[in-house]
């Protein structure tokens, strides 16, 4: 069976996919947040119980063959969440300077074995808007995307996507990547092995803090900081790449759910109307 690899950038939903991934059975081992620049394996599997589980080699992509070769004789299914934004983001654990820009954990273990890989993305406005407006953050995400894009066997599913209609992307991704789609996903609040948007409350993102899936509507930001992402030549490469406006837009509301929300509503204010109509006569 080959090694289920997922990639995603951070503010881009990868926490709540991997918990919804981790929620459908109790036999998915989800590795979250492991990179060749960052061996954190051992630490990410002492959250499960894992018995006679012994590494043999030290070596980084040793270790997810080793991983993966119990997961299949114990009927484990493994997915490896790789720590994407350290590859192309500037970080202490690839010099502060000079991220390789390359997707390092998907070459590795395409050398050693055989890898399914699916993406998680999001509209860079988004993203960057997420990372404060950091300047030169557009440079880096294009470095990203293109490298994804360079992969025609990495499967792209988007974040807006999953939350206009988590269910229908959820069957689509189990169907990709060969896991067997349950509505156990569900309960993805209660599953917490799992690293990035976790922890206390205060410190959590909009979505982090819902136990439900929804599409956060867009930030506000200053209207200089709307001119430097309408005017980035780097955000409307890598948005028309993936399929998304390339403008910023504040108005990014999904009709959609916006139309459900009413509907479902509507019979709990007909309700309200007749106690005010009872009370009144």
């Not at 990639?7 to 990868?14: D, I, P, R, T």
């Not at 192309?88 to 998907?106: E, I, Q």
């Not at 066997?153 to 988007?158: A, D, L, S, V, Y």
């Amino acid at each position: 069976m080959a090694i289920c690899s997922m990639y995603c950038f951070a503010y881009s939903g990868g926490t709540v996919l991997s918990k919804c991934l981790g929620a459908i059975s109790k036999d998915v081992v989800l590795i979250s947040e492991v990179n060749p620049l960052f061996n954190g394996i051992k630490a990410r599997v002492a959250g499960y119980h894992l018995p006679d589980l012994h590494f043999s080699s030290k070596e980084f992509v040793d270790q997810i063959v080793e991983l993966q070769t119990y997961c299949n004789s114990h009927d484990k299914f493994l997915i490896v969440r790789d720590w994407t934004y350290i590859n192309f983001h500037p970080h202490s654990f690839n010099g502060s300077a000079a991220p390789p820009n390359r997707l390092l954990l998907h070459e590795c273990l395409k050398e050693k074995t055989k890898v399914k890989g699916f993406a998680f993305v999001r509209d860079a406005i988004d993203v960057c808007i997420s990372h404060s407006c950091t300047s030169g953050f557009f440079n880096h995400y294009e470095q990203y995307v293109e490298e994804l894009t360079k992969y025609p066997e990495i499967r792209i599913f988007k974040y807006e996507d999953f939350c206009r209609d988590p269910e229908n992307l959820l069957q689509e991704l189990c169907d990709y990547i060969e896991l067997e789609y349950s509505e156990a996903w569900k309960n993805f609040a209660s599953f917490t092995n799992v690293s990035g948007d976790t922890g206390e409350s205060k410190k959590l993102s909009r979505g982090g803090r819902k136990n439900y899936i929804f599409l956060p509507k867009r930030k506000r930001v200053s209207q200089r900081n709307i001119k430097r992402i309408n005017q980035s030549e780097e955000m409307r490469k890598v948005n028309q790449l993936l399929g998304y406006p390339t403008h910023y837009n504040h108005g990014y509301v999904d009709q959609s759910l916006k139309k459900r929300a009413i509907e479902e509503a509507r019979p709990y204010w007909q309700g309200v109307k007749k106690i005010v109509r009872a009370v009144s006569t």
